[in-house]
């Protein structure tokens, strides 16, 4: 697989607005982009730290992958998402070595991006995003 670098990765929180405080005032980085993806039932906000991304996620319904992780596992490191030329390519070649799939096929995620997911099964606890 041709992964370029960490694209981001994804921190489930109950509210975006309880931590930017943390994120911008202690920690010094600035939320250059909050948006809700309404199919995933989530809203994003996005900070930088050189070329790789923090996303901070907030589930927008009880019923959404976030709210159920946090109710689950409580807030915290959520997912990693590594930059690929081809998410298509690279789901494919990550399915023919015998990983299962979330994702059969790219989706749109935030900001524009073309994403899918690795099951954690088989990636030894670890959910794994491919994006480009």
Do not use: W
């Not at 981001?8 to 809700?36: Q, R, T």
């Not at 991304?53 to 689950?72: G, N, Q, R, V």
């Not at 998402?81 to 789901?91: H, I």
């Not at 979330?102 to 749109?108: F, G, Q, S, V, Y």
């Amino acid at each position: 697989m041709d992964i370029s670098h960490i694209e981001h990765i994804g921190i489930a929180v109950k509210s975006i607005a309880d931590n930017l405080p943390y994120y911008e005032n202690v920690l010094g980085m600035k939320c250059y982009n909050i948006e809700e993806v309404a199919d995933q039932k989530v809203k994003t906000a996005f900070f930088k730290v050189g070329q790789t991304k923090i996303e901070l996620l907030e589930p927008t319904s009880d019923e959404s992958t976030i709210a159920k992780f946090i109710e689950k596992r409580g807030e915290g490191v959520h997912h990693i998402a590594f930059a690929v030329p081809d998410v298509a390519a690279a789901l494919a070649e990550a399915e023919s070595k015998g990983v299962q799939l979330i994702d059969k096929a790219p989706r749109k995620g935030a900001e524009g991006l073309n994403i899918a997911f690795l099951h954690p099964k088989s990636t030894h606890g670890v959910l794994t995003e491919l994006c480009m």
